[in-house]
């Protein structure tokens, strides 16, 4: 029996089954087969025990002959008594290590608020993209179960994810980094570093995944939004309060300033 690595092109996590085995012995392998496992995958053998669940890892490269000094769990189990031609049970999966799993992902509008204007909610639309890998398998492994593993699920539980904590940050963005919503799309380098920044911890920690780059692509306010429209005006209003207001400032400054030379100069022919 060879154990041929997966030859497809977009998976995670694939389980090997001998095609000339029924399936109620899928998982009966025999010592002095061969096993090959590709550059970028490793190769994991599970071995249920009375006492839990125990593993040995392959990473490829490799083409090995299994035999009782290359598993290390195994032969500490049950030693030169399953040497020759006696099978054991274990279950083999592929984990892919070398490929990318880019997920675009879209949020429909929600309301974020500008904390100095509360009345005035305003409706944002956010696009993007995120892309991941595996690297650390060992901690992937703890969080999944390999045995029922799917990929279009796992991408729906990560996109569940990102889209609350996308919309988390982006709704507290105003108030807790000081970016007015009119400037929301403007800032978009900076939400991008700020979103990615923390999404790659809680990446790692509720997946076991690598998250390799994340790309906000837009944050579109809705501009004929009712809320919109409202806050665009009493912006614009207050800026040219603000600005009349330091006019009026930088005035009075140059008359007194004007003042108090004139008085120095008067007190100085005096």
Not at 14 to 41: F, Q
Not at 82 to 103: C, H, R, S
Not at 194 to 216: P, T, Y
């Amino acid at each position: 029996i060879i154990y041929s690595s997966c030859d497809e092109d977009d998976y995670l996590v694939w389980k090997w089954r001998p095609s000339d085995m029924p399936s109620t012995r899928e998982n009966a392998i025999r010592w002095g087969s061969t096993l090959h496992v590709k550059e970028g995958e490793v190769a994991v053998f599970v071995y249920k025990q009375n006492d839990g669940k125990q593993m040995d890892y392959f990473e490829g490269p490799l083409d090995t002959t299994l035999k009782t000094a290359n598993f290390p769990v195994l032969s500490s189990i049950m030693g030169l008594a399953y040497g020759g031609d006696t099978p054991f049970q274990a279950e083999v999966y592929f984990i892919n290590l070398a490929g990318n799993v880019k997920m675009p992902f879209f949020i429909n509008q929600f309301d974020i608020f500008d904390p100095r204007y509360p009345d005035f909610p305003v409706p944002v639309t956010v696009k993007g993209s995120l892309m991941f890998n595996i690297t650390d398998y060992k901690s992937f492994i703890k969080l999944h179960r390999l045995i029922n593993f799917d990929l279009e699920q796992f991408k729906a539980q990560v996109k569940d994810a990102v889209t609350k904590y996308v919309k988390g940050v982006i709704t507290n963005i105003p108030s807790d980094h000081g970016i007015p919503v009119i400037q929301i799309e403007r800032k978009i380098l900076q939400i991008n570093e700020i979103i990615g920044s923390a999404l790659k911890s809680r990446l790692e920690n509720d997946f076991g995944v690598n998250m390799k780059g994340f790309d906000l692509s837009a944050v579109e306010p809705d501009k004929e939004s009712e809320g919109y429209l409202s806050l665009l005006k009493v912006t614009k209003e207050q800026a040219a309060k603000t600005t009349i207001a330091h006019i009026d400032v930088s005035i009075q400054n140059l008359q007194d300033v004007q003042r108090i030379q004139a008085e120095n100069m008067a007190e100085s022919l005096r």
